[in-house]
């Protein structure tokens, strides 16, 4: 069954150009042009999107808007923006709104669909309960559900971006273990870590803490070692 790709961009020619790309790859893709298309096209009902590649500036309103809304109703769809601005605080912004990636333009095309498969692979395994997760991970008040996307703080469910949730799988598999952000990167975003910086790791670490501490700012489960990684306190 071929993924279902939502793309929303204003540039007619970039857009066109994405679009047979994505399809040509193997992709079903929905385009629109606006933000009010794309909130019809979530809204519609229909066949559910596997991902969205979100231009930040549009016609009618932020992709940043956009995406505080869907996290804001519990929609987690992986997010990819697309936009002309490389500054680090757009950067840090999107990826603090929920965004799973972040590409400036203009990119190399095979770059384009080698992000949009590595979030897409970080989905699809832990989505599968045929993958052969083990059932379930406990540490202290919270467990983990690899299989169903599902994470429990003292009995109440947790919403953590795709994302969010491979780390913490990833630092709760390993507890005690230091974890250098270049092995954070390689095991999340695995060949296609070369593409990113690793102050993404930094940024979902701390939107994890923000998650999943009884106080963000005296971390207690996620800890920082300085000079070397980042080690489960489990």
């Not at 870590?193 to 930094?202: E, M, P, S, Y």
Request: hydrophobic letters at 40%; proline letters at 4%.
């Amino acid at each position: 069954m071929n993924r279902h790709l939502l793309l929303v961009e204003d540039d007619a020619s970039l857009h066109r150009g994405i679009a047979f790309t994505l399809r040509q790859e193997g992709f079903d893709v929905t385009g629109v042009y606006k933000l009010a298309e794309a909130r019809s096209a979530v809204a519609g009902g229909g066949q559910a999107f596997d991902l969205i590649v979100l231009d930040v500036q549009l016609p009618d309103g932020s992709g940043f808007d956009f995406c505080a809304e869907l996290r804001g109703a519990r929609n987690e769809t992986p997010i990819v923006f697309l936009t002309a601005s490389d500054t680090e605080l757009d950067v840090v912004r999107g990826l603090d709104l929920g965004g799973d990636d972040y590409i400036t333009k203009p990119f190399r095309l095979r770059e384009f669909l080698s992000r949009i498969h590595a979030v897409l692979r970080r989905r699809g395994p832990a989505a599968d309960p045929r993958s052969g997760e083990e059932p379930g991970l406990s540490s202290g008040n919270l467990r983990l559900h690899p299989a169903e996307m599902r994470l429990l703080k003292d009995g109440s469910e947790v919403t953590l971006s795709v994302t969010e949730f491979r780390l913490l799988s990833l630092l709760m598999a390993h507890p005690r273990a230091v974890l250098s952000k270049e092995q954070i990167l390689r095991q999340l975003w695995q060949h296609d870590g070369a593409f990113i910086d690793d102050n993404t790791v930094a940024v979902n670490v701390r939107r994890l803490r923000e998650k999943i501490e009884d106080d963000p700012q005296q971390p207690q489960k996620i800890l920082t070692v300085r000079g070397a990684g980042y080690k489960w306190n489990g």
